[in-house]
T-cell receptor, first 114, second 119 residues
Framework: DSGVTQTPKHLITATGQRVTLRCSPRSGDLSVYWYQQSLDQGLQFLIQYYNGEERAKGNILERFSAQQFPDLHSELNLSSLELGDSALYFC?????????????FGPGTRLTVL | AQTVTQSQPEMSVQEAETVTLSCTYDTSESDYYLFWYKQPPSRQMILVIRQEAYKQQNATENRFSVNFQKAAKSFSLKISDSQLGDAAMYFCAYRSLQDLYGTASKLTFGTGTRLQVTL
């Protein structure tokens, strides 16, 4: 158990819908990262937050957005869903401030868009 | 931008034998970190081992060790005394030392190597 929690574990929805994925980082970690794992794109970085502020953006679609709340949990919002958005979405957390920083991954949320 | 290449989509090893998974990367940075993550069928991403580029000594964690060749930009993972529980996808990952704000930056992953362990 990495200490990072993600809900829900599985999500099945239809095209055009909107969903919210939730992540709670390990106790004390200030950085949260979102990654998408799909068959055709592999593991790709989406977005990073540090102590409530956006720090880096990767290959995140405009239909996707995220935020980190004062209690440090984070949410990833996916809207106008398409079939190609079906993937495993991981959240990872780290202390964020040390040179030897290591990211610990949550169990992931499997999103299926029908 | 940094890239990570894993040229072996699949590897197979017999139980108790040794296997080496390959990883190469491309970067213009002089300081960075390299990681191997394991993803078993449960899909959980588990950190196996980490290497700091400024350290010449190769990292070791029990049966797992790396061969880090900085000049060649190569970072292979050796698994000794392979066990059935080692069967998984293995991902090599790169991380820059820090981002522009001085905080830890994202991971860039390779495409993974699926390891089968046979009896």
């Amino acid at each position: 158990d990495s200490g990072v929690t993600q809900t829900p574990k599985h999500l099945i929805t239809a095209t055009g819908q909107r969903v919210t994925l939730r992540c709670s980082p390990r106790s004390g970690d200030l950085s949260v990262y979102w990654y998408q794992q799909s068959l055709d794109q592999g593991l790709q970085f989406l977005i990073q937050y540090y102590n409530g502020e956006e720090r880096a953006k990767g290959n995140i679609l405009e239909r996707f957005s995220a935020q980190q709340f004062p209690d440090l949990h984070s949410e990833l919002n996916l809207s106008s869903l398409e079939l190609g958005d079906s993937a495993l979405y991981f959240c990872a957390s780290s202390a964020g401030t040390t040179l030897t920083d290591t990211q610990y991954f949550g169990p992931g949320t499997r999103l299926t868009v029908l | 931008a940094q890239t990570v290449t894993q040229s072996q989509p699949e590897m197979s090893v017999q139980e108790a034998e040794t296997v080496t998974l390959s990883c190469t990367y491309d970067t213009s940075e002089s300081d960075y970190y390299l990681f191997w993550y394991k993803q078993p069928p449960s899909r959980q991403m588990i950190l196996v081992i980490r290497q700091e580029a400024y350290k010449q000594q190769n990292a070791t964690e029990n049966r797992f060790s790396v061969n880090f060749q900085k000049a060649a930009k190569s970072f292979s993972l050796k698994i000794s005394d392979s066990q059935l529980g080692d069967a998984a996808m293995y991902f090599c990952a790169y991380r820059s030392l820090q981002d522009l704000y001085g905080t830890a930056s994202k991971l860039t992953f390779g495409t993974g190597t699926r390891l089968q362990v046979t009896l």
